[in-house]
């Protein structure tokens, strides 16, 4: 087994608790949680920067080709599939993103998934996010790539070898998501 297929195979055993999270906290209303519908979805400069990619086209993201050939090949490899969801932050939807869980879909259990999303997102509804986010107990962390708006270890259901549960990444008009920290290394869109 390669270490990146010990990786993603550890990363997964409590994914399903990490989804149902996502589940839970979007059903969550948080005062000063962003509106139900953004802007308009169109990525604007933020004040949460870092570096990117020129330019992504939302309608080019899919779920097999926001992670590397050599991910989508061993998640196929282990016999997992995918599964497309909108891309939920809160009560916040951001219609032109993905939010991807893969796993073993055929399981009875269902318990090995692993998640990730990516995201247009404007200057105003990624602030609002990240305020909702902290507000529910979420940590900031600034990273050399953006902001990061990581659970609080004590509050999460899984951790990554850093300590760190689900965490979204907001960059320079976009965000992204995955059930840890460590997991956002895998989503490479250019």
Do not use: H
């Not at 989508?72 to 490899?77: D, H, L, R």
């Not at 507000?135 to 999460?156: C, F, H, N, V, Y």
Request: aromatic fraction near 6%.
């Amino acid at each position: 087994m390669t270490l990146l297929s010990a990786r993603l195979r550890a990363a997964g055993i409590a994914a399903l608790v990490a989804v149902g999270s996502v589940v839970l906290l979007s059903a969550c209303v948080p005062g000063g949680a962003p509106s139900a519908a953004p802007s308009d979805g169109t990525p604007q400069a933020s004040s949460t920067a870092g570096p990117g990619p020129a330019q992504i086209d939302p309608d080019d993201v899919t779920c097999e080709n926001m992670l590397s050939p050599d991910t989508v090949e061993t998640f196929g490899s282990t016999g997992w599939t995918v599964r497309e969801d909108p891309f939920v932050i809160l009560d916040l939807e951001l219609p032109k993103g993905i939010a991807c869980t893969w796993g073993d879909f055929g399981s009875p259990t269902n318990d090995d998934l692993i998640l990730f999303g990516w995201s247009p997102i404007s200057e105003a509804d990624a602030s609002a996010a990240e305020a909702a986010l902290e507000t529910e107990g979420w940590l900031r962390k600034d990273d050399p790539r953006g902001t990061m708006i990581t659970e609080d270890p004590s509050a999460a259901l899984r951790l990554d070898d850093q300590g760190y549960g689900m965490t979204y990444l907001f960059r320079n008009g976009w965000v992204e998501v995955s059930d840890t920290r460590q997991g956002l290394d895998l989503i490479d869109l250019g």
